[in-house]
């Protein structure tokens, strides 16, 4: 099993900054890819991923103003956030992605909340 902890969520004000963070534990040598979900309301949402191998992809919508990195250990991930908008509130959450036979499955965090208001 994998256990997935974030943290870095709050308040910030339109065109802020704010960076996320998430802690993978447990069982993290299954782990092929790591990701940022958003959430508000409804199905999450992919905001970013980034493969074992450095390989990122970006939601449409948060290309240019968000960037997704893993740190040297490579079970810890980061979703640093700029130029911030009212439509990025939502609840972040982190994904591990594993090969789960020809499909791949994800382990999910909790979640943290951002909210973006003046």
């Known amino acids: 099993q994998v256990r997935l902890l974030e943290s870095g969520g709050g308040v910030v004000q339109p065109g802020g900054s704010l960076r996320l963070s998430c802690v993978a534990s447990?069982?993290?040598?299954?782990?092929?890819?790591m990701a940022w979900y958003r959430q508000a309301p409804g199905e999450p949402s992919l905001v970013a991923k980034i493969?074992?191998?450095?390989?990122?992809n970006y939601a449409a919508s948060v290309k240019g103003r968000f960037t997704i990195s893993r740190g040297s250990a490579q079970n810890t991930v980061y979703l640093q956030m700029n130029n911030l908008k009212p439509e990025d509130t939502a609840v972040y959450l982190c994904?591990?992605?594993?090969?789960?036979?020809?499909?791949?499955?994800?382990?999910w965090g909790q979640g943290t909340q951002l909210t973006v208001s003046s």
């Open positions: 994904a591990a992605e594993y090969y789960k036979g020809p499909e791949v499955g994800r382990h």
């Open positions: 447990g069982d993290t040598g299954t782990i092929t890819a």
């Open positions: 493969t074992n191998t450095g390989g990122v």
